[in-house]
């Protein structure tokens, strides 16, 4: 199995900046794609974006196109989030995730969350 650590995390002001990590390691070889989901106070987990190991090809949910930017390094099995123009309601817990195939189902893999909270 993969574990998944995520960190970077915190408490940021409307319009401020931040910038999540995820560190990927044991069966990272069967790796498709790696990405990010969240889940607010009262809401159903929701994806945000994700990127292909391989190509490296990103996918964003409409909600934060132009605001968030993925990226993986291969080398160090690592996925960051570089999260800008950071809104009240991009306020959740945000979750890790990488899958060996190319849909998001019972094989997928999940880390523990870290809080990213956006205030006004």
């Known amino acids: 199995q993969v574990q998944l650590v995520e960190s970077g995390g915190g408490l940021v002001q409307a319009g401020g900046s931040l910038r999540l990590s995820c560190a990927a390691s044991?069966?990272?070889?069967?790796?498709?794609?790696m990405g990010w989901f969240r889940q607010a106070p009262g809401k159903e987990r929701e994806f945000v974006a994700s990127i292909t190991w391989s190509g490296g090809r990103p996918f964003y949910a409409d909600s934060v196109k132009g605001r968030f930017t993925i990226s993986r390094d291969s080398a160090k099995n690592t996925v960051s989030l570089q999260m800008n123009s950071l809104k009240p309601e991009d306020t959740a817990v945000y979750y890790c995730?990488?899958?060996?195939?190319?849909?998001?189902?019972?094989?997928?893999?999940w880390g523990q969350g870290t809080q990213v909270t956006v205030s006004s």
């Open positions: 995730a990488t899958t060996p195939y190319v849909t998001w189902g019972p094989a997928t893999n």
């Open positions: 044991g069966r990272t070889f069967s790796n498709y794609a």
